[in-house]
């Protein structure tokens, strides 16, 4: 048996909880520097923290019944419901089958269009900025984003309705990460007008997805969008359908989950890039195959800006860490984990692992280039997780993130706002520090 290592930031322990909600990345930095790839950690209760490889593949593939989602998921549940991010067991497989059918190739491909026409029309919206002031990249990320989001879930939505839904999202996540990361002020909350804006904020979204629910039932109309596929789809076993609120809780885990993963992915892309010319160029020589935006079978003519879009979602996984809570004894690797033991698995720690990675910190899409990739395990890189639980949307965000990525670089050129400094702040996704400035040229 191996002892795994405990991580201990100083003589007093009890400061370690509120060093991690200060610099997460920094603190497990120094974890994995001080003990190797896996280590325990006590923050408000005792964790097991991993970058190896071994861990994902045992807890995400091999052994995934004996895992279930960690205590952390728990604070989704006031959002999401029941839906797929936040269920376990039987119920969410049976969702699972019935989601899955959105997400085939040839959806996608009609879906596209639809994307296809909302990026366009960005494009025009962009060239306002040209020359102009430094902008906020990551609120124009958000903007496209959420933009195909809701277009592809519910088909129309006023404008009104989608800026109120952006400033929640933001807000509702900074309010559950709070909780999760700095429990001690969860009195203080409740006294500050946190919770009552929380609530409120939730009774809108609610009402509002509950709506166009009920609004598509009545009207009898069948349009080619996602919220039409929850509807239709039927257990092949039972012959039964959603309800209203489990369409509700798997709609707005698709918007919450989908929109704001590819938006923060593309935005430190967009950012990366600006200080990487050659690499741009690169991308505007495949960008030659089209106009404005490409078309579906354009996007799979580019495997270059993959490549791009790959290499930024490993040294920016917006989706950083995943936790499981053990439900029997395992073995990983000679270490022992007992029955409850709670688990912290570091994407981030993952794909900047030196003993997988070569020079890890540097930006090289040759990283995913057809031969690299042939020779690389499988389990190195996870940005959309593994196992039965890998993200249902893997393939419509990287078409979306190919799609906005190629069609901005033939357009534009970004530059670094150098008088705006950018540090990377883990939310529930990699969000940076107060925003990324960028001029378009």
Not at 392 to 399: E, L, P, T, Y
Request: with cysteine; hydrophobic share 40%.
């Amino acid at each position: 048996m191996r002892p795994i290592p405990d991580f201990k930031l100083g003589k007093i322990s009890i400061l370690s909880p509120f060093k991690f909600a200060g610099d997460p990345l920094r603190f497990l930095r120094q974890g994995f520097d001080t003990c190797g790839d896996t280590f325990r950690l006590r923050l408000f209760r005792e964790f097991v923290v991993s970058r190896d490889p071994a861990f994902f593949r045992h807890i995400l593939q091999q052994n995934n019944k004996n895992f279930k989602k960690g205590s952390s998921s728990k604070m989704l549940r006031p959002v999401l419901g029941n839906g797929l991010v936040t269920s376990d067991g039987d119920f969410w497989l049976r969702q699972r089958r019935l989601v899955q059918p959105a997400f085939h190739r040839e959806r996608l491909q009609e879906l596209f269009l639809a994307m296809g026409q909302l990026t366009a029309d960005f494009l025009l919206e962009m060239e306002a900025f040209r020359g102009k002031e430094a902008i906020d990249i990551d609120a124009k990320m958000m903007g496209i984003t959420s933009d195909i989001a809701l277009k592809t879930l519910f088909g129309n939505m006023t404008t009104e309705d989608k800026a109120q839904i952006y400033h929640q999202v933001s807000r509702t996540q900074r309010y559950l990460v709070t909780r999760v990361r700095r429990p001690y002020r969860v009195p203080w909350m409740a006294l500050n007008g946190e919770d009552r804006r929380f609530r409120k904020d939730l009774e809108y979204f609610n009402r509002l997805v509950f709506e166009f629910i009920k609004q598509r039932r009545i009207s009898g109309e069948t349009p080619n969008d996602l919220l039409q596929l929850l509807l239709d789809s039927t257990d092949e076993d039972t012959g039964e359908q959603m309800n209203d609120q489990q369409i509700r809780d798997e709609a707005i885990t698709m918007f919450a989950a989908g929109h704001e993963t590819s938006a923060t992915g593309l935005s430190w892309l967009l950012w990366e890039l600006a200080k990487q010319p050659e690499i741009v160029r690169k991308i505007r020589k495949e960008s030659e195959l089209f106009d404005d935006v490409p078309s579906f079978w354009q996007l799979m003519q580019m495997p270059y800006t993959r490549q791009v879009v790959e290499e930024g979602l490993r040294l920016y996984p917006p989706a950083w860490t995943m936790t499981r809570e053990a439900t029997a004894d395992s073995d990983i690797e000679g270490y022992q984990l007992t029955k409850g033991t709670s688990v912290f698995l570091s994407v981030f720690e993952l794909h900047r692992n030196p003993n997988l990675w070569d020079n890890p910190q540097a930006f090289n899409p040759d990283n995913f280039s057809p031969e690299a990739v042939k020779n690389r395990a499988k389990f190195n890189y996870l940005p959309f997780g593994a196992g039965p639980r890998i993200c249902i949307g893997q393939q419509f965000a990287m078409m979306e993130m190919q799609l906005i990525l190629a069609s901005l670089i033939k357009r534009f050129t970004f530059e670094s706002d150098v008088s705006h400094p950018v540090g990377m702040h883990p939310l529930i996704v990699l969000k940076s520090t107060n925003g990324i400035k960028l001029y378009v040229r």
